[in-house]
């Protein structure tokens, strides 16, 4: 099977390819470095297991000519679409970019496959599209779908059109909405941000927020291993799974955590104040995983072991604060 | 109050401004003329009451520059973006129309609005965002929003970016979720279609799909009318609301309707076939009007009122058959 997958040497991305290679695909990578790392796959590149093109998705001339096989030229078989921007608090200060490297990028890696006749993708939505959800756990037929941050607002236009494409053109999709998704090889996000504070200054630690924002986080390899699963268990037109834990874990708490991994127990920790780090920020997030448990997929790690092994991970990539 | 309205030279915009005006707006008119008319809003301009910009919304330059009264310089009170591309069925052939005139035309709205300091939006969504629900009446909370074609993803893509601009910079936001508006100055749908069919061969009446498709239909001036209603009567941070009327009309029915007002009782229908009239046609679809008829506004017309109506005020405006 020939995998593509979008964004694969990314964080998200370059775990993903580590599991499809395990079961066999041979993968295709784009990615355009501009958050994503070329070390995170270079092993797979070495072994021949990966075929790398570095591209940028706004660049729909140059992204139709990778949706065939190098070997053989025929279509591949799937698109794991994982390629965006990374950092949802951008929004807030440049509005295009989510807009550009999220709607747009989407879109054009939509009319790629179809030119090229690729009929089945998989993609990273995430639990911002529910926006401030008033049911908890949030499940995947929650309405409306209010999304607060721009990068959620790509997300659903993304998802919307995905979904038009299958009614249009007869692709089949599966749309994965991720909890916070959180492990080895992250590059933003809140334990990054709170280890790199720490190396600044180990005696204090900012907290934006009041720290009672509480959220699901799922383990990156447990995000990677649950896509393959859901994708190959199931066969509708479109298959619509949140991808997280049965739990959250606050700000607070992790706060706390990646103090006692970095070994900054005496920090003391300061609270901007507010009931959200930034304008857009969803303050308590909980996706309802049932059916991803249905299907018989259960996560290695809960939300505080995921946070846990995380700022391990961290910790040991960054350097001890 | 002056009010800027996007599109509001076409079919629905123009019925807008008649109200806006009656109810006494200042208006400005933003469209680009590419399905609106000129003639739709000429007293409007001659009497002075609307200011006409034709500037197109994918130039987020010149659109930056309209958003202030051009009497006083201060930004607008109140948007209304209903501009779009108006043919859904263009997104089967075409792929990149509805994202450039719908989801890029709304960010280009959106981010104007934000740099002019402009606080209110109500936009012009649709009953496509609900793709093929299986609830109905479709209420608005109805979930998951899975549109099947390029123009549902769009106007989805549209309502995301709103209540993100809404969560992020503090915009109020009214959502209208269309269901098929109908009347006269009509330039496109199914009642335009079967009268130019005719004038073509009045022998004969080409139907797409099987003729069941079933859908709800308000009548424009009911449109426009309740939009206003809303917009004055509600004060939410997003205030979401279906249009249209409690009940449907078949397309087997329209045209029969459509052959009486044409005075082509002896026409034979033939029907191409199939549950849908093209690939992401939506084949029934009914809203729920609850929430508009709580808040105190009944349409005048019923679905197959609103056809009939519609019928006859296109034969005057297209000629006799």
Redesign the interface.
């Known amino acids: 099977m020939v995998t593509l997958v979008t964004g694969g040497a990314g964080f998200v991305g370059s775990h993903l390819v580590d599991h499809l290679i395990k079961k066999g695909d041979r993968v295709i990578v784009v990615d355009n470095l501009s958050s994503g790392e070329i070390k995170f796959i270079q092993k797979w590149i070495d072994s021949g297991d990966v075929i790398f093109q570095q591209c940028d998705l706004k660049d729909l001339e140059t992204l139709k000519c990778v949706m065939y096989d190098p070997i053989g030229g025929e279509p591949v078989d799937i698109v794991y679409h994982l390629a965006a921007n990374p950092d949802i608090r951008l929004?807030?200060t440049i509005?295009?970019t989510d807009?550009k490297e999220g709607?747009?990028a989407t879109?054009n890696v939509?009319?790629s496959m179809?030119l090229a006749g690729v009929k089945k993708i998989a993609f990273s939505s995430s639990s911002v599209?529910y926006?401030?959800a008033k049911k908890m756990p949030t499940p995947?037929?929650?309405?409306?779908?209010?999304?607060?941050?721009?990068y959620?607002?790509?997300k659903?236009?993304s998802?919307?059109?995905i979904?038009?494409w299958?009614?249009?053109?007869?692709l089949q999709a599966w749309i994965f909405r991720f909890a916070n998704i959180v492990g080895a090889r992250g590059t933003h996000g809140v334990i990054f941000d709170f280890i790199h504070k720490l190396h600044n200054n180990r005696n204090q630690l900012e907290v934006l927020g009041n720290g009672l924002q509480e959220k699901s986080y799922m383990e990156v390899e447990d995000c990677a291993m649950s896509m393959i699963h859901v994708v190959e268990n199931t066969n509708e037109q479109?298959n619509?799974f949140n991808l997280g834990t049965n739990d959250t874990c606050s700000v607070r708490r992790i706060a706390e955590i990646v103090l006692e991994e970095c070994k900054c127990g005496d920090a003391e920790i300061q609270y901007t104040g507010g009931d959200r780090g930034w304008?857009?920020d969803v303050p308590k997030s909980m996706l309802n995983p049932g059916r991803l448990i249905e299907l018989g997929f259960e996560p290695n790690y809960t939300s505080e072991e995921a946070v846990r092994h995380t700022a391990r991970c961290l910790v040991q990539e960054i350097g001890q604060p």
């Open positions: 929004g807030t509005t295009d807009l709607t747009i879109y939509l009319e179809r599209v926006g401030e995947e037929n929650y309405g409306p779908l209010f999304p607060i941050s721009l959620g607002a790509s659903l236009a998802e919307a059109l979904t038009s299958v009614g249009t053109f007869g479109i619509c304008a857009g």
